[in-house]
């Protein structure tokens, strides 16, 4: 999944800056360009349906193979390694840097360092002149977080259905109640201009959770296709992998267009059911050629080693590209959202260049020294059985294993 996550991290770079240079709005609601330009936003939702399917999948293969679950305090240990201490990092640098007010306030500080933020208007600093902050990109971290806590109860419910029903079938029914969940949070949002107006209530996880369950789905249905590599799901995916990504670019097509809403004004309830939906298409279009047919040509294509190498730094792109983009429009002297094409297409390389660098730096000087030590310290007394074994009950670790 490391490509994916590389081109997953660059649409969110490239959504921020046509929103930081004003082109990805359009005041009168009818510019296709910013219509495409906005449905970018679908990184996100990639990003959660990747997280759904690294994190449950172990689950899942123990379910499927009658072991237990993976121990959940380990499991909260490297969720933490790998998320807090880069953003800790952002944050303070940012907060230096631009709104050092901040540090007066210790609840509003605490929040934000836990990753709380979401829950409260107003906790994402900000000015008149600049709506985003430079790090508004990290509500959703704050979803994540959510799911992340909630894992390993889900994981146990889906673990004890599953040792009587063998099969991804409890994980896939669980999705259509969470896409019912997402569907009623999203139109109850839409047809309320105050909630709407609350961005808060917009990033809570009830509106996201069915993202996360398709990964969940997605790492079900690989961890059972493992042991029927002839099934006809698989079997199709090898004929005609490119037949998904056909169908993400249809439901792409389906968002920039009205009968998803317009970028400028919530969607009416008809609206966010398709948005929802397409939103699904293009995610589990991408990934499902990844997780059923490994050596497909889509799987090749994001093997490749430029782009396997952005997605094990794209954590760090993920964070910095926007506090970037606050400095460099900060040089120029140009006003939040008045750069215009112009201003887009000369910061594009900039900004990507610069941010590649700092998450380079990022995983060079503080997430990969993080994963070296946890490992080191979890590693087993000489002559004993490798983690893996030990946890897996000797089988085969995952190819998925390292990018968790």
Excluded: K
Aim: proline share 7%.
């Amino acid at each position: 999944m490391d490509g994916l996550r590389a081109v997953a991290a660059l649409m969110v770079l490239v959504l921020h800056l046509a929103g930081w240079t004003g082109i990805a709005f359009d005041r009168e609601g009818d510019s296709l360009t910013a219509d495409v330009l906005s449905r970018l936003a679908v990184a996100v939702y990639i990003f959660f349906v990747i997280s759904g399917f690294l994190l449950y999948r172990p689950y899942a293969a123990a379910a499927l193979a009658g072991r237990s679950m993976p121990p959940v305090r380990a499991y909260y240990w490297r969720r933490f390694l790998r998320i807090w201490p880069a953003y800790t990092l952002l944050v303070l640098v940012t907060l230096v840097c631009f709104h050092r007010e901040v540090f007066t306030e210790a609840p509003r500080l605490l929040r934000i360092v836990t990753l709380q933020h979401i829950y409260v208007d107003g906790d994402f600093p900000h000015t008149v002149t600049e709506p985003w902050s430079a790090f508004s990109q990290t509500w959703s971290l704050g979803t994540e977080v959510s799911f992340y806590l909630l894992l390993p109860l889900l994981a146990l419910l889906l673990h004890r259905v599953t040792a009587v029903r063998r099969g991804p079938g409890p994980v896939l029914v669980a999705f259509v109640l969470a896409e019912a969940l997402s569907l009623l949070w999203q139109i109850a949002l839409s047809a309320s201009s105050a909630a709407y107006e609350t961005p808060t209530l917009m990033w809570w996880l009830p509106g996201y959770l069915v993202f996360f369950l398709a990964g969940m789905g997605l790492g079900a249905v690989a961890a059972h296709a493992q042991g029927a590599a002839d099934s006809p799901a698989v079997r199709l995916m090898r004929r005609s992998p490119w037949i998904c990504w056909g169908a993400a670019l249809v439901g792409y097509a389906v968002l920039s267009s009205p009968l998803a809403g317009g970028h400028m004004s919530p969607p009416s309830p008809p609206q966010a059911v398709v948005e929802n939906l397409a939103y699904l298409v293009v995610c589990v279009g991408l990934c499902l050629p990844l997780v059923l047919a490994p050596d497909s040509g889509p799987e090749r294509l994001l093997r490749r080693p430029v782009i396997a190498w952005l997605g094990r730094i794209s954590y760090g792109i993920f964070l910095w590209h926007m506090f970037v983009m606050a400095v460099a429009l900060r040089i120029a002297g140009v006003e939040w959202g008045e750069a215009g094409m112009s201003g887009f297409l000369i910061l594009l390389p900039l900004t990507a260049g610069i941010s590649v660098l700092l998450a380079w730096l990022s995983f060079r000087l503080v997430e990969e020294p993080l994963r070296q030590w946890n490992r080191r310290r979890t590693a087993p007394p000489a002559g004993g059985p490798p983690a893996a074994a030990r946890n897996s009950g000797g089988t085969r670790p995952s190819r998925f294993a390292r990018t968790r």
